[in-house]
């Protein structure tokens, strides 16, 4: 008896300290889940504002432009980075780099549709729906945000084009989701290309405030809680009614004009024709100076356009065989070659499913006056290389000229090419009598009567 009943003691003391131990495993999961839970505590953005103004077509300088602003507030510790936005849209390229710039942002940025009467169109509309706040003046308009093809035109009933107004829908409504804004709009923004008013807008959840100007944006930004992409929250409290604005600065300008394929092309035409006057032609100077210039401006301009490698390749081994045609009696063959590789490489600069790509009115006049003039170059130096010599000794075969003393029988004194030399021919012929030069022996010629002296 007395065994089982310690038996019977240790059993229980055995449920009671595996119940504790229970007990003690609930409490520390119960605290630590509470302290995962435990909402942190916002921060309170006190810094200035940054901003920067973006008022042209979306393209790389912008996309430049962005990300400079975004390093400049954080070395001010800026409370947001203000951008101005008044675009027609661009390059849906250079927007999704945007995009992931803005969604990655340690500062959050305010995309603001202004002055009154801007827009923020296409891609515009999509950086516009990214931004952490949205905003817009009176009088803007936001939208339209249907696929274009830059430079150039696209049917809108083809296959490329419907696959990507998908693709740009499906963005638009993942970005509208992330900021927790209008996903209807935003993909009807894309295919229907609606185009909405400020104050519609924000009826419809697709920004956030409207301002009147920079200042009554940054007074109604004051103590506004935002969720920014890492998921921090913060709160905006700008030390300053006035922004601290970045200038563009000049390589950002220059990339704004020549970031158009159209324009990035011409420039490499130009810059091809340029040097090679300057060979056809050494001394000018000027030409080959030009030349190199746009070429390399060019260049700079297709590789932030993602032109095709391959293509930009092709139309320098054209010009090489060109310049190879000048120094290389081919009869024409490397020009021809030449040629059929400008076309080629033209035509494949920009794939067939990119949104860039050069308009036809600019690609065939240009492409067409290019190879022409390389082709007459080409024709000209070939009669060149084929016509007999028109200076020096040899120059003066077939040559014409006159008899001005008669030295012996057979022996005269002629006057061909500004010059008197002694020459040796047929007997008889008299002073002022023409004659020809067949061949030269020394200092010597030999003459024959030209057949009009003859009859």
């Not at 891609?123 to 249907?146: C, E, F, K, Q, W």
């Not at 519609?200 to 009147?212: G, M, P, R, S, T």
């Not at 290019?370 to 040899?394: C, D, M, Q």
Request: charged share 20%; proline share 5%.
């Amino acid at each position: 008896m007395k065994g089982s009943n310690v038996k019977k003691n240790l059993k229980e003391r055995c449920y009671l300290f595996n119940f504790s131990l229970f007990l003690l495993t609930l409490l520390i999961l119960s605290l630590a889940l509470s302290n995962g839970s435990a909402k942190e505590e916002p921060t309170t953005l006190t810094g200035p504002v940054v901003a920067i103004k973006i008022d042209s077509a979306i393209n790389p300088a912008s996309n430049e432009l962005l990300n400079r602003g975004i390093k400049a507030a954080q070395s001010y510790k800026a409370s947001t980075l203000l951008v101005l936005l008044d675009t027609p849209g661009g390059l849906v390229t250079s927007a999704r780099k945007m995009i992931q710039a803005l969604m990655s942002s340690p500062v959050p940025v305010t995309v603001f549709v202004y002055p009154q009467g801007a827009r923020a169109a296409s891609a515009g509309a999509l950086i516009t729906l990214a931004s952490d706040v949205a905003a817009m003046a009176p009088g803007t308009n936001i939208g339209a945000a249907h696929p274009v093809v830059m430079g150039g035109k696209i049917d809108s009933n083809s296959t490329m084009y419907k696959k990507m107004e998908n693709d740009l829908a499906a963005f638009a409504v993942s970005i509208a989701t992330k900021r927790g804004r209008n996903r209807k709009w935003a993909e009807e923004a894309v295919r229907k290309s609606i185009s909405t008013p400020a104050q519609e807008a924000l009826k419809l959840h697709v920004i956030d405030l409207i301002a009147q100007d920079v200042p009554d944006l940054i007074k109604k930004l004051k103590d506004r809680k935002i969720r920014m992409g890492n998921g921090k929250t913060v709160i905006l409290n700008p030390s300053s009614p006035s922004p601290i604005y970045l200038e563009e600065t000049l390589r950002e300008r220059i990339l704004q004009i020549i970031a158009d394929p159209n324009v990035a092309y011409i420039l490499m035409m130009v810059g091809m024709l340029g040097i090679y006057f300057e060979l056809a032609h050494p001394g000018v100077i000027l030409p080959g100076a030009v030349g190199t210039l746009c070429l390399l401006l060019s260049l700079y301009a297709l590789h932030t356009l993602s032109a095709s490698t391959t293509a930009i390749l092709l139309i320098l081994f054209s010009f090489l065989l060109f310049i190879l045609e000048l120094f290389i009696t081919s009869h024409g063959i490397l020009a021809i070659s030449g040629a059929v590789s400008l076309a080629i490489g033209s035509i494949m600069l920009f794939g067939s499913d990119s949104q860039i790509a050069i308009s036809k009115s600019v690609l065939w006049p240009t492409l067409l006056t290019v190879i022409g003039f390389f082709l007459v170059i080409a024709i000209l130096a070939a009669k060149a290389a084929l016509s007999k010599p028109k200076t020096g000794t040899e120059g003066l075969i077939e040559a014409t000229g006159t008899v001005q003393r008669v030295l012996s029988s057979s022996r005269y004194l002629v006057h061909v090419h500004g010059e008197l030399w002694e020459a040796y021919g047929p007997p008889g012929l008299k002073r002022g009598d023409e004659v020809c030069v067949k061949e030269i022996k020394g200092l010597r010629l030999k003459i024959e009567k030209t057949e009009q002296q003859e009859d």
